[in-house]
Nanobody, 115 residues
Framework: QVQVVESGGGLVQAGGSLRLSCAAS????????MGWNRQAPGKQREFVAAITSGGSTNYADSVKGRFTISRDNAKNTVYLQINSLKPEDTAVYYCYAFVNKNIYWGQGTQVTVSS
């Protein structure tokens, strides 16, 4: 059994910062890619950022320069540092992890940015 759990969401003013965390736990033999998607109210879920086990990263154009993804392989944890938050960043942020060659999703963490 594998679980993926996010934390770190909240309410923040525009221009502020948040750090999201996501940890995979359970019976783990390997963790490859990890990343984040988000879903804003009334919109489809969209890709935000991803990171390989080797540390290569990829970002959506809308977050480049403001979001930074990183990971701690020893802890099976991925982080998303979000700076210069904008109201349009308001969404539920979902973490995913490829564990034992299967994809697992977290339950989501709400990020709300007030103007």
């Amino acid at each position: 059994q594998v679980q993926v759990v996010e934390s770190g969401g909240g309410l923040v003013q525009a221009g502020g910062s948040l750090r999201l965390s996501c940890a995979a736990s359970g019976t783990i033999f390997s963790v490859s890619g990890m990343g984040w998607n988000r879903q804003a109210p009334g919109k489809q879920r969209e890709f935000v950022a991803a990171i390989t086990s080797g540390g290569s990263t990829n970002y959506a154009d809308s977050v480049k320069g403001r979001f930074t993804i990183s990971r701690d392989n020893a802890k099976n944890t991925v982080y998303l540092q979000i700076n210069s938050l904008k109201p349009e960043d308001t969404a539920v942020y979902y973490c995913y992890a490829f564990v034992n060659k299967n994809i697992y999703w977290g339950q989501g963490t709400q990020v709300t940015v007030s103007s």
